[in-house]
């Protein structure tokens, strides 16, 4: 699942090509995603123009003059561009493959720059939400989500508030949404690395210390991640086609009985399951 550089970079690119043009017809090729894409869709969407591309969290918001489309990715939700004059596709997907089925295209939109925006998502987890005469703010997915990692709300004494008395292992927290929001698997193995924090550490036993450690390394793994045009695990790529870097930066992340990263370290990079989820982190500096 994309998380919050990914989301950020596609966001970025894909704005780039978009900006500010008109929405002529909307197609629907396959309506069961998550939630149905529902009939209405289209009629509500063309003569739109995308005035704005914004990011919260894990998702992707399209901005119209009194609308707001609402895009989650699933576990292998995309977006394609393709030239209408001719075809060609451009590598805009998180996960790019060349062997692409037209057949998992679920909606098309058919801009007046002469491009085709088509979501593809095989297994079919990703949703489409449009919301109208509403602040981004009401909207219902988002209400509940915590601070973003950036924010000047996601500071000591929020984390402090949070986490007291709360009987919950520091590597959950972290993958909470309502608590900071964006994380994923890859950035809070990572920055729990970084940290030197053990990931079944329970939250509530941090001392202020490692808590400003935290949002400190939470910041600079993203940040890193988005300078680097996020992960490319699986051939992610952005508008341009071109691959992120982070993949070449991981510490602990897939690293499993390699040595640790720090020089000074004599320790070997574990594997454990955390909530059913992998947890890598490094037996002598993480303890």
Do not use: W
């Amino acid at each position: 699942m994309p998380e919050l550089p990914e989301i950020e970079i596609v966001k970025r690119s894909l704005f780039k090509m978009v900006n500010k043009a008109k929405i002529v017809n909307v197609k629907i090729n396959n309506k069961n995603l998550r939630y149905k894409i529902p009939d209405t869709l289209s009629k509500k969407l063309i003569n739109e123009k995308i005035l704005k591309i914004s990011r919260r969290s894990k998702y992707l918001i399209f901005h119209f003059k009194n609308k707001l489309l609402l895009v989650h990715f699933g576990m292998s939700g995309k977006f394609l561009i393709v030239r209408s004059k001719d075809s060609k596709m451009f590598k805009t997907s998180f996960y790019y493959d060349l062997n692409i089925l037209a057949k998992h295209n679920h909606i098309y939109f058919v801009l007046n720059n002469g491009l085709i925006l088509i979501y593809n998502d095989v297994r079919r987890f990703g949703f489409f939400k449009l919301f109208e005469n509403i602040k981004l703010k009401e909207i219902i997915f988002l209400k509940k989500l915590g601070p973003e990692p950036f924010s000047v709300l996601f500071c000591i004494k929020y984390v402090q508030k949070f986490i007291k008395n709360r009987k919950k292992n520091i590597k959950n927290l972290l993958m909470d949404q309502t608590f900071v929001s964006g994380l994923g698997n890859i950035y809070a193995n990572e920055a729990l690395f970084l940290s030197k924090i053990h990931p079944l550490r329970q939250c509530s036993n941090l001392e202020r210390k490692s808590i400003k450690n935290l949002i400190y390394n939470i910041r600079r793994v993203l940040k890193i991640s988005i300078n680097q045009g996020g992960s490319s695990i699986k051939d992610f790529k952005n508008a341009y086609g071109k691959s992120g870097n982070f993949q070449q930066f991981f510490n602990v992340y897939g690293q499993e009985n390699k040595n640790c990263s720090r020089i000074s370290c004599k320790g070997k990079i574990k594997k454990i399951s955390i909530s059913n989820r992998s947890s890598f982190y490094c037996n002598s500096c993480q303890n």
